[in-house]
């Protein structure tokens, strides 16, 4: 029941009936504060501010913010660029302590997210599945102040991406397993930051974009489809 009603939304929304976002830059922080038409914020947390063209998360200790997009979203690949990640949380890992910075997509209470994070042992890129009281996570080991972290929704099914570095000229890279949400409505896409359980995390991101599906054939075959 749950995937024929997702199947009849999804079809609805790409026909126009939604309000759904279609564009191919969500955002690109060239204002000179955080669009209010895009972003819902976090009751009671102001920590992301925005100037030259970029979404800043500061240097400071126990300090976590999310901004949700005000619309929801029919299936494409979505994606950040961030530059400027520094971290110096020591925390102990296997605890939900690491400090990260993050792009997701949230619907019914369950999440996807893919991840930079630190925790003492070493940074990481990461790709999470939040469901009801369930966490999974999937990641490699790597040190990197700059890249790009991508979620792609094809209507049923998420896979997790990355690109490490500056070189924005690289192919993606998988990680993880596919998922499969049990939305039964269509998500909204999110940015989040943490310092993680000490010290203070700092990073930048210059750009959220959104690719509507069906995806272009370069990317197609660049994302395995």
């Known amino acids: 029941m749950t995937n024929c009603f997702l199947r009849y939304l999804l079809a609805a929304c790409l026909l126009g009936g939604c309000g759904v976002a279609r564009t191919a830059v969500y955002d690109d922080f060239s204002g000179d504060k955080i669009d209010a038409e895009k972003w819902l914020r976090q009751e009671g947390v102001d920590l992301f501010s925005q100037s030259n063209g970029r979404l800043n998360f500061p240097c400071k200790g ?3 913010d999310r901004l949700d997009s005000k619309l929801r979203f029919a299936p494409g690949f979505f994606w950040l660029e961030f530059r400027d990640y520094h971290s110096t949380n020591s925390s102990p890992g296997a605890r939900g302590l690491g400090s990260y910075l993050a792009i997701g997509l949230s619907a019914d209470a369950e999440r996807v997210r893919m991840i ?3 925790i003492r042992s070493s940074g990481y890129f990461e790709a999470n599945h939040f469901a009801g009281s369930g966490y999974r996570l999937w990641y490699v080991d790597a040190n990197d102040t700059a890249g790009q972290l991508g979620v792609y929704f094809d209507g049923a099914n998420v896979r997790y991406f990355f690109k490490a570095g500056s070189d924005s000229g690289q192919a993606w890279r998988q990680i993880g397993p596919t ?3 049990k939305w039964t409505t269509l998500p909204r896409l ?4 943490s310092s993680g359980g000490s010290g203070c995390t700092r990073f930048a ?3 959220v974009e959104y690719v509507a599906a069906p ?3 370069a990317l197609a075959l660049e994302l395995g489809q």
């Not at 999110?190 to 930051?193: E, K, L, M, P």
């Open 62 to 64: 126990s300090a976590t």
């Open 116 to 118: 930079r994070g630190d």
């Open 179 to 181: 998922v499969t949400p």
């Open 190 to 193: 999110y940015v989040a930051g």
């Open 205 to 207: 991101i210059v750009k």
């Open 215 to 217: 995806l272009p054939a």
